[in-house]
């Protein structure tokens, strides 16, 4: 249950005091037992072909989620209805949100309106479709974390404008980080790419940390991560 309470800490404002939260839950558990496993790959051995931490070793080491204490909201918040989320922004947003250009084909677009649909626990998010957005909730929560606005462009579509929650922008490093965790989810759980989660660039010399963000932020999919600066941020 603690791993719960820490996770959805993280899933809300304070992120990286959650996380620090959550760091000492793990070394607790971990006292009497090896540390999983990090280390980083050379552009050579890692799959996306640039220096990648791998976290594989750690996500599956990581406890999941007590399935009893959380199953029926999961369940629920599947069935909830689309037309609850029409309009709805993220708490505390900027009501212009952020503009963007992100351009995907046509066989990219069928795959951002499919959304994708948590089918277990172990999935961190639930992101659909609807009336023009894309919304990004917490499948255990289904805190609204996120909503892009997606215009049908030349066959295909563009991501012209994103909203993110007032928490997550308070300034310019931590809006561009989440800008570019939300490209994250799109490449990694909409478009089924190989992809490592960005992560504060004050964690790059702590890898048990990079993972336990990415892990906070990916659940077992986090399987890469690397650090995130501001001057590498996906292209407006």
Known sequence: MALVVLLALVASAGMLAALRLLLRWVRRRHRY????????????ESPLGRRVLDCRGYCKLMPGPPRDKIVERFQALRRMSLEQLRDCLPE???????????????????????????????????????HGRLYFQRSWTGVLVYVAEIR??????????????????ACPEQRLLHIAIVRYLIDSHLLGRLAAVPVPSDLASEPLKMALFAFSIAGRRGEYAEPFYPDSAPPH
């Open 92 to 130: 505390g947003s900027d009501p212009a949100g952020y503009e963007l250009s992100w351009d995907f084909n046509e066989g990219e677009a069928l795959r951002l309106r499919a959304g994708f649909h948590a089918t277990d626990v172990e999935d961190r998010w639930l992101i659909r479709y609807a």
């Open 152 to 169: 049908p462009e030349h066959g295909g579509a563009r991501l012209t404008r994103l909203w993110l929650r007032g928490s997550d922008s």
């Open 33 to 44: 037992s090896p540390w999983p496993e990090v280390g980083w790959l050379t552009p050579e």
